[in-house]
């Protein structure tokens, strides 16, 4: 089975890429370090210091991984795919109007990786991304929730 790709933005490939770097370059190293210390101290098989500088890197290993393995299956969304030709395209800023209470919402859609709701990133994969990709502005979509329906109106597209 093939892996899944990863869109990212410019921007998100950066910070991952930083983020793998810190973690090969400084983490490693300090739990490396961690690890020697907490066997100085004497018997490991009951030594909690080092279980638990094991389990951590066990975490920043897998992390690594991870992060390898998003980096390679990434397609990089470029400022030049997202210019405005009339439909939301990934890596768009896009206005929608919530039509049951009359309010507009402002986000960047983005893939699964950079999805960040707190700071108004949705994944292309969401329901309200799935809804809005491929649309013109002044198109009225519906999106299925467990509550129900929600109606969005594309208010704007930014590039």
Same mark, same amino acid.
């Given at each position: 089975?093939?892996?899944?790709?990863?869109?990212?933005?410019?921007?998100?490939?950066?910070?991952?890429?930083?983020?793998?770097?810190?973690?090969?370059?400084?983490?490693?190293?300090?739990?490396?370090?961690?690890?020697?210390?907490? @066997?100085?101290?004497?018997?490991?098989?009951?030594?909690?210091?080092?279980?638990?500088?094991?389990?951590?890197?066990?975490? @920043?290993?897998?992390?690594?991984?991870?992060?390898?393995?998003?980096?390679?299956?990434?397609?990089? @969304?470029?400022?030049d795919q997202t210019s405005n030709k009339g439909t939301v395209r990934m890596g768009n800023t896009v206005v929608i109007r919530d039509l049951e209470?009359?309010?507009?919402?402002?986000?960047?859609?983005?893939?699964?990786?950079?999805?960040?709701?707190?700071?108004?990133?949705?994944?292309?994969?969401?329901?309200?991304?799935?809804?809005?990709?491929?649309?013109?502005?002044?198109?009225?979509?519906?999106?299925?929730?467990?509550?129900?329906?929600?109606?969005?109106?594309?208010v704007e597209i930014k590039d």
């Open positions: 089975m093939a892996d899944k790709r990863v869109m990212l933005t410019e921007e998100g490939l950066k910070k991952l890429e930083d983020k793998l770097e810190y973690l090969k370059s400084v983490r490693r190293i300090e739990v490396a370090e961690r690890i020697k210390q907490a @066997i100085d101290f004497g018997d490991i098989s009951e030594n909690s210091e080092y279980e638990d500088a094991k389990n951590e890197q066990a975490f @920043i290993e897998g992390e690594v991984l991870n992060l390898e393995k998003m980096l390679r299956n990434s397609d990089i @969304i470029r400022e209470f009359n309010e507009d919402m402002e986000y960047t859609l983005v893939g699964s990786a950079e999805a960040d709701p707190a700071e108004n990133r949705i994944s292309n994969e969401s329901p309200v991304g799935e809804a809005i990709i491929g649309q013109e502005v002044g198109t009225t979509v519906e999106v299925r929730v467990p509550a129900g329906v929600l109606k969005y109106q594309v």
